[in-house]
């Protein structure tokens, strides 16, 4: 029996179907999250593994809540409350179950929760794994983001806002307002940094760094280790009373093996790599910037740069083109967009010149 035939022959109709592909080496890479190109950093790598081989255990065995939970989890958790100047945090298993994590275990019924519309999927399907009432807002549109707060102010008991700092497909920055309108209405304040966290901020924090915005008890950053850290891994900073919380109540806390302990090292010496190097990573970060702008035209606050495309059909062929020319890009179509972009991811570690090429060929499609 073909039990998903009709549902495979409809997307592939619409030019919208997906497979994974093994990733050709011989391509340079403008399609990955890797920012920093810590993915391929050999002395992280070798520090890395060196500092596993000392290990007592060399897999985290089980959850954090039962024995789960070891040295190098408890190090990179204090140096990441450090230097976000949070009171405490926890390490999870992936961006999407922090996500999870979070959306489910806090939003209860009487409560209400309110995201950006552009918000990542796994929020948007915890969103509805959530009894409270959930309201999802236009992208960055803080008018409307007031008006539901206000409407909603003595009608909800706890009320949780949920934004990107830089949105994963269209690049731009949560709009900084949303701080104060959150502080205003005593709402909860949960903002997904994994394509913020390495990449802005005068320490490379992220939103909350790039706005010079004072962390309180109602502010929670989540990120990931799987983007501009170059490991795998997510997440959550917040007050102690959350993460004691989420120790009681999110499932994927309880009841989900810890994070490998060899991606919590990459991790932690990954961080360190751009502490000690937050100067010339800023630099070459502006660079790349100023280079997209002489191009192109186009603004971009952070390292993502999408180019909107006329079909889906026009971004395929866009995407080999580049493919052809030697280049990695992404090919984003619906449902994870609207409208179809190529995502270009220029990484730090690729040298100028081959940017240009590829702005280039995108300038003449
Ligand atoms: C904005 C955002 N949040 C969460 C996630 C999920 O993170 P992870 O890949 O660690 O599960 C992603 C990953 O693609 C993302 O882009």
Redesign the pocket.
Known sequence: MNYFDSELKAIKRANRFRHRKLYDDTLTDFASNDFLGLAQNKTIAKKSANCFLKQHNYGSKSSMIVNGYHDIHHKLEKLLCRTNGFESGIIVG???LA?ISLFESMARRGDMLVVDESY?A?GMMASRLSRAKVEIFAHNNTAQLERILRQNHNTHKRKIVAI?GVY?MSGDMANPDIYDICNRYEAILIV?E??SSGVVGENLNGWFDYNNLKIKSNHIKMA?F?KAYGSYG?YILGSRQLISYLENRAKPVIYSTALSLFDTIYAYYSIKHIQKNKQKIRDKIKQIQATTKEILGINMPALILPINQSSNRATIQAQNKLQKAGFAVGAIRQPTVKTPIIRIIPKINIKLAKLKVVLDIIKNI
């Open positions: 992936s961006g999407f996500n990542h796994s990107e994963s997904d994994a394509h990931t799987g997510a």
